[in-house]
């Protein structure tokens, strides 16, 4: 979902690929010395700076890494920026950004609320990059990193001068109509004798109570995946994917109105060149062979017994979500497996088990079998010329999961 909002950006001629980090923040000079986030309210030095972040205290005094010198929109959507090196860092800073979050704490200066997401920028833009891009041109090794989509949010919030979560909400979530979207855990409470009607990660306690975990990664780590969605809503934005940019009316949509991008009335979130361009591998101008790993829309490239696909795993560290598109069949296809523990073993069964009841069904003519066993269930869903099959998986007798992962 981030990855699209990007693209929404490089097709309005707000970015591009090769826009740097350093070109999104002007106002941060370069320097090879890190500098500690700033622990002053009063900052006169960006006073007259032109930038969301350039409004907050944390930006005060601080400078960008001489090693962040080429990293690219393009590096960071591919994972190909080095920013792996710094996951293990900063998953020790999550408890420090919990405490943020519930204490408040500088951006209480400005009128920014979410001051968890300001201080990440701050930390992590003057650490050195172990083994950082030699050019815009050239990607270095592939390494899987929130810290990517993190950025890119924040690059979002840069150029929108809005938090994320409206900028998705504005142009995601409400021109697709994706009512049941938003952030953090679904909070619910489900009795085991009732009929659940929407898929939830919970946990079950002694008394045989369902209940929905009020925990969830920080906000900061939002753009890498804290959106909670309906299994229909997920599917609206999914379809964008397999229609790649057909008029989304065909589905029942009003067309979008985005005005911020100056564009007239469209039913559609990009052009069909545009989806096309970020489902193929992407290849740095200086590079030998394509980044394989991953795709312009952030999601991995792979072939299965399917043919070509993309795909994609998320969990926050409670919940764990796989996706996987086929764009190359004569039927466009998703599948989507969740499950409320991380379980790869299951999660790959599952997709195993369910490619083959696809291709029988697709051999018969006949409709996919459904199992209505408290273990598992699975739904055919269809939307214009695409189908879905949604797949929720019982782990340890607990039933069923929806979580997105964001980017």
Same mark, same amino acid.
């Given at each position: ?48 700076? $032109? ?178 969605? *309906? ?45 096309? *361009? ?45 996706? $996987? ?15 409320? $523990? ?66």
């Amino acid at each position: 979902m981030t990855a699209i909002l990007i693209h929404m950006l490089i097709e309005a001629g707000k970015l591009n690929l090769n826009t740097t980090v350093g070109e999104v923040f002007p106002y941060l000079p370069f320097s090879s010395i890190s500098t500690p986030p700033s622990n002053s309210c009063a900052c006169t030095n960006l006073s007259n700076a $032109v930038g969301y972040f350039a409004e907050s205290p944390y930006s005060c005094g601080l400078t960008i890494h001489t090693s962040w010198k080429y990293v690219t929109i393009a590096h960071l959507l591919t994972h190909a920026s080095g920013l792996g090196a710094l996951e293990t860092i900063f998953n020790e800073f999550i408890v420090e950004e919990y405490a943020i979050e519930i204490n408040g704490t500088k951006e209480s200066c400005s009128n920014y609320s979410l001051p968890s997401r300001r201080y990440h920028l701050s930390v992590l833009l003057p650490m050195a990059i172990p083994s950082s891009p030699p050019s815009i041109d050239v990607p270095v090794a592939y390494s899987y990193s929130n810290n990517n989509f993190i950025l890119l949010g924040l690059i979002l919030e840069e150029i929108w001068h809005l938090p994320w979560e409206s900028i998705i909400q504005r142009q995601l979530f409400d021109p697709l109509g994706m009512i049941t979207a938003g952030f953090g855990s679904p909070i619910e409470e489900v009795s085991l004798s009732s009929f659940a009607t929407q898929p939830l990660g919970h946990f079950i306690d002694t008394a045989n109570v369902i209940h929905s975990m009020d925990s969830d990664l920080p906000k900061v780590w939002a753009p890498a995946g804290t959106v909670h969605a *309906s299994l229909n809503d997920w599917a609206k934005f999914i379809a964008c994917h397999l229609q790649e940019g057909r008029d989304l009316t065909s589905f029942g949509f009003a067309p979008m109105n985005s005005s911020f991008l100056n564009s007239a009335t469209l039913p559609y979130l990009l052009s069909a060149s545009i989806w096309k *361009s970020i489902h193929t591998a992407y290849v740095f101008p200086s590079a030998s062979t394509p980044n394989v790993q991953y795709s312009l829309s952030a999601m991995g490239i792979d072939n299965d017994s399917l043919g070509l696909s993309l795909t994609h795993t998320g969990s926050n560290t409670i919940w764990f979500a796989y996706v $996987v598109v086929y764009l190359q069949l004569v039927q466009p296809m998703a599948l989507l497996i969740t499950a409320n $523990v991380y379980n790869d073993n299951a999660v790959l069964e599952a997709k195993a088990a369910i490619i083959n009841a696809y291709l029988t069904w697709r051999q018969q003519g006949q409709p996919l079998p459904m199992d209505t066993s408290a273990a598992s269930s699975s739904a055919p869903l269809s939307f214009g010329t695409s189908t879905f099959i949604l797949f929720s998986l019982n782990l340890s007798l607990i039933d069923t999961v929806i979580t997105s992962n964001t980017a």
